[in-house]
């Protein structure tokens, strides 16, 4: 095969096809990576967003499904005080007992009397208070 020289840096071997100088196929190559990079960079900013964009839709979900469960429990609690005043009203009795037993016991430090009394105390009053709120 005849190399025809045509341009100053370019010959050609076959009719029509050029090959240039190992400077600018470098450059090209360059390039090449250059447009991988960018197009790498975008698909991996597209993922992030998509996956923003998920995550942040879980968590509205979650919120709005919390949210609602707590006003549908506060509504039965508001029912429940507005249709037995009395029982609601030794339930809070017994509860700010109960508490107040166990800051009581918390401040005295190790285990004394009141610690020992007082956690019982805490249990068997949660437990008559989640009796009434079931029914």
């Given at each position: 095969?005849?190399?025809?020289?045509?341009?100053?840096?370019?010959?050609?071997?076959?009719?029509?096809?050029?090959?240039?100088?190992?400077?600018?196929?470098?450059?090209?190559?360059?390039?090449?990576?250059?447009?991988?990079?960018?197009?790498?960079?975008?698909?991996?900013?597209?993922?992030?967003?998509?996956?923003?964009?998920?995550?942040?839709?879980?968590?509205?979900?979650?919120?709005?499904?919390?949210s609602e469960v707590l006003?549908?429990?506060?509504?039965?609690?508001?029912?429940?005080?507005?249709?037995?005043?009395g029982k609601l009203t030794?339930?809070?009795?017994?509860?700010?007992?109960?508490?107040?037993?166990?800051?009581?016991?918390?401040?005295?430090?190790?285990?004394?009397?009141?610690s020992r009394i007082g956690?019982?105390?805490?249990?068997?009053?949660?437990?008559?208070?989640?009796?009434?709120?079931?029914?």
């Amino acid at each position: 095969m005849e190399n025809i020289k045509n341009e100053p840096g370019k010959t050609t071997g076959i009719k029509g096809a050029t090959s240039t100088s190992p400077g600018s196929a470098s450059q090209a190559a360059v390039g090449d990576l250059a447009n991988l990079a960018a197009t790498a960079t975008q698909r991996a900013r597209e993922g992030v967003q998509s996956a923003y964009d998920e995550t942040k839709q879980v968590v509205n979900d979650a919120y709005g499904k919390t949210s609602e469960v707590l006003s549908n429990t506060y509504d039965q609690a508001m029912d429940y005080g507005k249709e037995n005043p009395g029982k609601l009203t030794l339930i809070a009795l017994g509860a700010g007992i109960g508490i107040g037993v166990l800051l009581a016991s918390g401040f005295a430090g190790g285990r004394s009397r009141s610690s020992r009394i007082g956690e019982p105390i805490v249990a068997a009053l949660s437990q008559v208070a989640m009796e009434f709120f079931r029914r």
